[in-house]
């Protein structure tokens, strides 16, 4: 299958940055967009960056201007750069990738194990 793993998170004081990244791995996998969501405590998950083959990237309107999201196609990784973080952005943040493999041939949804960032002083 696609195995995808974050790493990066952690305990930060509001106004601090952390950079987020999720490689991914199997056999000839091939990513079509990728991104991250985020849970909350009481909350939905949420998507808070999006970013398709070509780069374009897509981001939760209370997230812009302060997270940076970035790919590198042929590692199959990403990296998320976030800045200026809130106690509200404190949640556990899963790597998402739509890919496929080369045991299958359709591509569907990914997930990582999630990687708890907490904002608070």
């Known amino acids: 299958q696609v195995q995808l793993v974050e790493s990066g998170g952690g305990l930060v004081q509001p106004g601090g940055s952390l950079r987020l990244s999720c490689a991914a791995s199997?056999?000839?996998?091939?990513?079509?967009?990728m991104g991250w969501y985020r849970q909350g405590p009481g909350n939905e998950r949420e998507a808070v960056a999006i970013?398709?083959?070509?780069?374009?990237?897509d981001y939760l309107d209370s997230v812009k201007g302060r997270f940076t999201l970035s790919r590198d196609n042929a590692k199959n990784t990403m990296s998320l750069q976030m800045t200026s973080l809130k106690p509200e952005d404190t949640a556990v943040y899963y790597c998402?990738?739509?890919?496929?493999?080369?045991?299958?041939?359709?591509?569907?949804?990914?997930w990582g194990q999630g990687t708890q960032v907490t904002v608070s002083s």
């Open positions: 970013i398709s083959r070509g780069g374009t990237t």
């Open positions: 998402y990738a739509h890919a496929t493999w080369s045991g299958i041939n359709y591509y569907r949804a990914y």
């Open positions: 199997g056999s000839d996998i091939d990513i079509n967009k």
